[in-house]
Each structure stands twice: as structure tokens, then as C-alpha cells.
């Protein structure tokens, strides 16, 4: 009797021990980047070897982004990626069940989470926006080189922010510029890898063709800029592999 009784109680814990197992999954997503699906890493900044849809010849020396509020982490939840210092592209999440999931997120802040000087992470490595463009945050600093209409090396600066009318510097009228990325439904049942594709050519090309001779810098406080590169966010993330 002893001895059931103790076969069954190890019994128990065995299943216990699987069910918890396989109810506490690891999912880690991957945010990777590529030009018009030619992968790009930091080992091709600062090179001259990229061509947007106006024909413009430009290189990366910049590029760091903002997402929060990723579905499979639940409640308010932020994350830098920073593609030249290699750094925040991997986010693991623990404690998943498996099941089927909608993976969404936002790019950059909503003005509800969007408030000045409040996350001291962001404060430290100067992604706040001035509090003459209204404060709050960077949602991406994108920036490089392009040649001009002269042939010639000049810099942009492709930020985005929260768009703000500042003709009337008492009275700034601001626009929600972020926006959900809605990458579909994903079926997980084992600990596993998303990957998450950032096309970075997309940033140039639809629906707005990115004439960088006429927009390159002072792009914060241009409006309809703004209005435009939201625009065209909305087509530069994509759902790669899930390993």
C-alpha cells in the first residue's frame, strides 16, 4: 500500500513538473533589418551603398527606435533598439502559455505614455524631444549621409517625434504620430524565436517617395513631415521567421 501510495504521488509530480514546463515557454523576438530584403547589420554604417526610391544614394550612421506597449508582455511595457550599438534587438518574454497570439505593438509612444522626462532610461541616452516642440520622446532617430544634387556628402536626420504646429509657440497643436503594428496571429507551442523585419527602404518609399534634396534635416518641426514618415512607418515592419 506504501509503496502505490508513493508511486503515485511521484507520479503526480512528474505531470505536475511537465504541465509547468511546458506552461512557462521562453519566447525572445528578434527585431532584424534589412534594405528591400538584403540584410544590413552595424558592419554596414557609415558606407555609402544604399539606394532609396527616389534614387537617392545614402548610408546609415544612426539608427535607434522605440516600441512599447508588445502584446505578449501584457500591460504598459517600453523598449529601445538601437541597431548601431547592437543593442535591445533581442526581447525575451517568459512565462508563456502555449496557444495562439496576436503580436502587435506600437511604434513609438501614444500621447497617453508619452509624457516629458518620466523614464529615466530614455532621459540618459537624449531621447527627449525640447519642450519648445511640446517634450515627450523620440520615437526613432534615423540618420546618415546622402549624395546631393551637387555630388556632393550631406547629412540627414530622419526623426520622428509626436507631430507639432508650433506657428503659434503658446498655442502648439500636436498629432498622434505613433502607430499599432499589427503583425497578425502566431502560434506558439514551444519555447521559440520571432523574428521581427524592420525594412528600412520602406521609411523612403510608400506612400510618400522621400526626396532626401528637400527633406534631410530640421524635420522635428515640420509638421507634415512628420505626417508623411508616420505614413510610411506603417509599411516597414513585417513578420520574418519563428524558430
Known sequence: MKKIITLLILTIFIVSSCSKEEENLLVTLNF???WNGTIITNQDLNELKFTNENGDKLSVERLRYLVSNISL???????LVDFGENYGAS???SDITPGSYNLKFRFGFSDEDNTDGVYQDLNSVNLNVPGML???YHYMQFDGKYLDNNNQESGFNYH???AVNNAEPNNLKFEDTSFEVDLGTVIITNSAEIEIKMNLAAWF?????WNLNELNTVLMPNFEAQKMMSANGKSVFSLGTIN
Open 91 to 93: 526581447i525575451t518574454v
Open 32 to 34: 532584424t533589418h534589412h
Open 205 to 209: 518609399k510608400n506612400p510618400n517617395t
Open 73 to 79: 508582455i501584457g500591460a504598459k511595457n517600453y523598449h
Open 160 to 162: 520622428t517625434i509626436r
Open 134 to 136: 511640446g517634450g515627450g
